[in-house]
T-cell receptor
Framework: GAGVSQSPSNKVTEKGKDVELRCDPI?????LYWYRQSLGQGLEFLIYFQGNSAPDKSGLPSDRFSAERTGGSVSTLTIQRTQQEDSAVYLC???????????FGPGTRLTVT | GQQLNQSPQSMFIQEGEDVSMNCTSSSIFNTWLWYKQDPGEGPVLLIALYKAGELTSNGRLTAQFGITRKDSFLNISASIPSDVGIYFCAGVQGAQKLVFGQGTRLTINP
């Protein structure tokens, strides 16, 4: 079946602009996660959605970052007033609750100039 | 944020050699996962470990969940060119958030 998809695959934006990144999880997966991966680094947790529960936002680095998940499926990660340090690959993953096995999308490479 | 200590950071080996990498933590984890990431792609799940002491194989890959629940290792036997990539360990503590190691970059000389 179809895996996790993300769009766009690449995004170049100017400092100070807002960006929206989209994630389509695997159908039927109730849990959805966002991670950030800086060049040559491991993955940094950002936010976690599980069903209709309140999201775990403990990894969001600042209030410029927000995410929502509509209808328990598609999720959008929004970064307002982008800064150069926001440049990274943003990865989305989903898992079928209660499994811990997360399946990742290909990521969105964000470059802030 | 918290990260696992993964080693080595990089490996340069000859095709056909066996590979071993490990992750350690000062904290206990309930589950260990091993992922492989190719350039420009997201990590792909290789092996999941759910029980302390568990030894699990997936083809040429073998991984173990340490008895203390604070470590795990991954072995790759008879390496081939397509094994090249970055390998990440990840641990699950309570809620379903994963904590990742820094990765081991594997390079294979033909």
């Amino acid at each position: 079946g179809a895996g996790v998809s993300q769009s766009p695959s690449n995004k170049v934006t100017e400092k100070g602009k807002d960006v929206e990144l989209r994630c389509d999880p695997i159908s039927g997966h109730t849990a959805l996660y966002w991670y950030r991966q800086s060049l040559g680094q491991g993955l940094e947790f950002l936010i976690y959605f599980q069903g209709n529960s309140a999201p775990d936002k403990s990894g969001l680095p600042s209030d410029r970052f927000s995410a929502e998940r509509t209808g328990g499926s598609v999720s959008t990660l929004t970064i307002q007033r982008t800064q150069q340090e926001d440049s990274a690959v943003y990865l989305c993953a989903s898992s079928p609750y209660p499994s811990y096995e997360q399946y990742f999308g290909p990521g969105t490479r964000l470059t802030v100039t | 944020g918290q990260q696992l200590n993964q080693s080595p950071q990089s490996m340069f080996i000859q095709e056909g050699e066996d590979v071993s990498m490990n992750c350690t933590s000062s904290s206990i984890f309930n589950t260990w996962l091993w992922y492989k990431q190719d350039p420009g792609e997201g990590p792909v799940l290789l092996i999941a470990l759910y029980k302390a002491g568990e030894l699990t194989s997936n083809g040429r890959l073998t991984a173990q969940f340490g008895i203390t629940r604070k470590d795990s290792f991954l072995n790759i036997s008879a390496s081939i060119p397509s094994d090249v990539g970055i390998y990440f360990c990840a641990g699950v503590q309570g809620a379903q958030k994963l904590v990742f190691g820094q990765g081991t970059r594997l390079t294979i000389n033909p």
